[in-house]
């Protein structure tokens, strides 16, 4: 497709682009988002140009209400559609889909939705019961609209990663999902759309998750142990208020009590810094030092 970025909002929409451009042969590569977007989405926009080649990328932009428990950030959740769309012409995004609720959920609230399983239930999952049931179902309803070759998503969200992995693996979706790294700032904030609800203070004391995970990642080689009690000397120093710190396989099972020299693992951590809930995380290879 040419012609800058095309802004749909409708199913009818949305087919009728996709099917002119599946006409032209190529890829159709996806990368869902919940808009508010910043450098860690043009990231992943640049990352499905490449992979789409002279395919078509189609970005979607939809605060989806099913992953929003009571009390959460739904109605203070950023919307700016129109840097939004910018920023996607930018990147070389083809199509922006962003739909209005009623769009995406015809019917009002799903009878029929997908179900994520015992991963659903840890870490993000038991602090958000009913979080990745919304996450999961609608990422499967974009997939059915937009019926991609690949898919890409961040890897700042991991348990979400590791989650849409295994429902395209479980349902048999035919859908490529790569992830892809995460985006930080000079001082090693994670990227995120809520960043900006810090105040100065906050965001300073915001940094001690990417020094936690930095110092975990430097003393992985001591064991887990020892990664854990790095990452939370540099927590303590700091006013956040954690609400988990663990260290998993990377499919977010437990490790065994022995790890042999390279085996490979995942330090995630969530935490709130005032009233804002951040989570990062980063690969650690775990081994004795010598």
């Known amino acids: 497709m040419s012609g800058g970025s095309r802004l749909v909002g409708t199913r009818e929409e949305l087919a009728s682009l996709l099917a002119t451009a599946r006409a032209a042969g190529g890829p159709v590569v996806l990368v869902p988002t919940m808009g508010a977007l910043h450098e860690g989405h043009a990231s992943l ?61 015809p019917g009002g609230e799903p009878q029929v939705t997908v179900r994520p399983g015992p991963l659903g239930k840890v870490l993000e999952g038991k602090i958000r019961p009913g979080h990745f049931r919304g996450v999961l179902t609608v990422v499967a309803k974009l997939f ?57 203070e906050q965001r300073l004391a915001a940094t001690a998750l990417g020094r936690a995970l930095h110092a975990a990642e430097r003393n992985a080689a001591y064991g887990v142990q020892v990664a854990l009690d790095e990452a939370r000397t540099e927590l303590r120093e700091h006013l956040v208020d954690l609400d988990y710190l663990v260290v998993t396989d990377p ?39 010598s």
């Open 144 to 200: 059915g609209l937009v019926r991609p070759d690949v898919a890409v998503f961040g890897e700042k969200d991991y348990q979400q990663l590791v989650l849409i992995r295994r429902m395209v693996l479980d349902l048999n979706m035919g859908v490529e999902v790569v992830g892809a790294p995460t985006v930080r700032e000079a001082d090693g904030l994670a990227l995120s759309s809520r960043n900006r609800y810090l105040d100065a």
């Open 251 to 289: 499919g977010l099972g437990e490790l065994p009590p022995v790890v042999p020299p390279g085996t490979e693992a995942r330090m995630l951590v969530a935490a709130r810094v005032g009233t804002t809930r951040l989570i990062d995380n980063v690969p650690l290879v775990l081994g004795r030092a």
């Open 45 to 105: 926009m640049r990352l499905a140009r490449e992979r789409a080649g002279h395919g078509v990328v189609v970005a979607s932009v939809f605060v989806n209400p099913l992953q929003f428990g009571p009390g959460e950030d739904l109605d203070r959740y950023p919307r700016s559609l129109d840097a939004d769309r910018d920023l996607c012409a930018r990147e070389g995004v083809d199509i922006v889909f962003a739909p209005g609720v009623d769009e995406v959920y």
